[in-house]
């Protein structure tokens, strides 16, 4: 399956990214990464059928402009409703709670995280994305969420000192489907077993009709 993959911002960059995604080529994924906005083509979204968005409002790790123009994300917007996949994940969710179309496409944005801690992610209720997943516990940024959505799908929540959020959830939007997964500042996330699951089976679960 080819996937494209936004990533690289100024607080993430985008060697995690890529270094948590690598192991999945062995599961038959192919990624094509842009990490400068500047650089991006709206129309290449029409050459895939599923998107990673690990990136927040940056242009990329050294311009931290906003990319997120009404333009640009009403070409996330078309391809998403006219039957695309998109994953959000971690940094996916930060800086768009002013990204209107994004944030509705999302269905809930990231508000803020306290200092790095450990992080208990763990399922609620039953998905196909989480069918094999184990609970794990890892120092993580604790994201905290607005959700803006009522009729998502919640399947992953996380728990620390400060809390308990939903840390994965599902919905359509348009003929297209999204998921976003909370958890992963640190690649020893993105490596962890359970997260890589996460990973696969969101992919599958999105590409499929």
């Known amino acids: 399956m080819r996937v494209l993959v936004f990533c690289d911002d100024y607080w993430h960059p985008a060697n995690v990214v890529k270094s948590g995604l690598a192991p999945l080529a062995d599961d038959g994924f192919e990624f094509t990464y842009i990490e400068d906005m500047a650089n991006w083509r709206p129309d290449v979204l029409k050459e895939f059928r599923v998107a990673i968005l690990a990136k927040s409002n940056n242009f990329s790790s050294t311009d931290t402009r906003e990319w997120a123009t009404e333009e640009a994300q009403s070409v996330f917007e078309s391809f998403v409703r006219n039957g695309g996949g998109l994953l959000a994940v971690h940094s996916g969710t930060a800086g768009y709670r002013e990204a209107h179309i994004i944030r ?17 992610v763990e399922t609620v209720g039953r998905h196909i994305i989480t069918d094999g997943f184990e609970p794990f516990t890892l120092k993580d940024e604790h994201y905290f969420m607005e959700i803006i959505d009522d009729d998502l ?17 599902v919905h359509t939007y348009g003929k297209g489907k999204v998921c976003v997964l909370t958890p992963g500042h640190n690649v020893e996330v993105w490596l962890h077993p359970s997260f890589q699951l996460l990973l696969k089976n969101s992919l599958n679960w999105l590409a499929k009709d």
């Open 104 to 120: 509705s496409i999302l269905g809930g944005v990231f508000t803020h995280h306290p200092e790095q801690c450990d992080v208990t």
């Open 153 to 169: 799908c919640v399947f992953l929540t996380s728990k620390s000192q400060h809390g308990e959020q939903p840390a994965g959830w």
